[in-house]
Each structure stands twice: as structure tokens, then as C-alpha cells.
């Protein structure tokens, strides 16, 4: 049933299974992690944080 191994077909998938997942959660992760580092270090509110973030780009 399952007799043949295809090298080039199983590095596609991997590359799928290991980089599409990541560069999905990449800016997502980075986002939050950037927001909560303002807020916890900085001392500045959400709100302050929101609109520096719509004036510049992290």
C-alpha cells in the first residue's frame, strides 16, 4: 500500500507544516507581545499605545 517514498514531496510538506503555521502567527505574536511590553514597561495605556501605533510603524 504505502511501498514508494518521494523525498521532494515530503520536504513540501514539511516546508508547509513547519513555515506556513509560522509566518501566519509571526505578526500576529509580534503584535501582542510589542503591545504588552509598551503597556508593562512604558506605563502608557491602551489607548495611547493604539494611536502611536496608527501614527508610526513598529
Not at 514531496?9 to 501566519?24: D, Q, T
Not at 511590553?37 to 508610526?56: A, I, M, P, R, V
Request: aromatic share 18%.
Amino acid at each position: 500500500m504505502f511501498r514508494r517514498f518521494y523525498p521532494v514531496e515530503a520536504l513540501i510538506v514539511a516546508i508547509v507544516l513547519a513555515i506556513v503555521p509560522y509566518l501566519l502567527l509571526w505578526g500576529s505574536i509580534n503584535r501582542l507581545l510589542r503591545q504588552r511590553w509598551k503597556l508593562l514597561y512604558l506605563g502608557t495605556s491602551y489607548e495611547d499605545f493604539y494611536n502611536c501605533s496608527q501614527t508610526f510603524s513598529l
